[in-house]
């Protein structure tokens, strides 16, 4: 139970004005993240394939590209498109509500430095921006999880009377 306490309780700001800033921005990452990044990669919109509906496919464009960064990467292309959709999809909107922050942040910093050297890194700094700013985003969340204005804050009030 402490060890769960520890990784849910924020570092709260000195003023609750800071931590506020920080909440837009993680709720504004998250948010993107999910739905302009990692919706994408489950192959919405869902179709209809051999007369049922498969929810939560991971889209085989995105199988094959994860497949070509090459080494443990084809070995289980399946698998690693599956937790980059995930920690991009369910992670985004986790994230953006500041709930199992430091966990998402973690998910999140995995992915987009996949998406970095994998993926980007080749086409130049341009390109990284978007990915190389999660990053960042994530590594202040990692440490100082999700503030006032997060589910893990009242969550850690919550716990401090157990």
């Given at each position: 139970m402490k060890t769960l306490k520890l990784l849910i309780k924020p570092i709260l700001q000195k003023h609750w004005f800071a931590d506020l800033i920080f909440a837009l921005i993680r709720f504004f990452c998250g948010i993107t993240l999910a739905?302009?990044?990692?919706?994408g990669k489950f192959g919405m919109p869902w179709t209809p394939k051999e007369n049922n509906l498969e929810l939560f496919q991971v889209a085989t464009w995105f199988t094959e590209d994860v497949a070509e960064y090459?080494?443990?990467?084809?070995?289980?292309?399946?698998?690693?498109a599956w937790m980059g959709a995930f920690s991009e999809a369910i992670g985004g909107i986790l994230f953006?509500?500041?709930?199992?922050?430091?966990?998402t942040a973690l998910l999140i910093i995995c992915t987009m430095l996949v998406?970095?050297?994998?993926?980007?890194?080749?086409k130049g700094l341009w390109s990284m921006l978007p990915?190389?700013?999660?990053?960042?985003?994530?590594?202040?969340?990692?440490?100082?999880?999700?503030g006032r204005f997060g589910f893990d804050f009242l969550?850690?009030?919550?716990l401090k009377t157990l």
């Open positions: 739905f302009y990044f990692g919706a090459g080494g443990l990467f084809t070995i289980a292309p399946l698998f690693f953006a509500f500041g709930i199992k922050t430091r966990i998406a970095v050297f994998f993926q980007k890194f080749d990915a190389i700013s999660y990053i960042w985003v994530a590594v202040y969340h990692l440490y100082f999880g999700s969550i850690s009030e919550k």
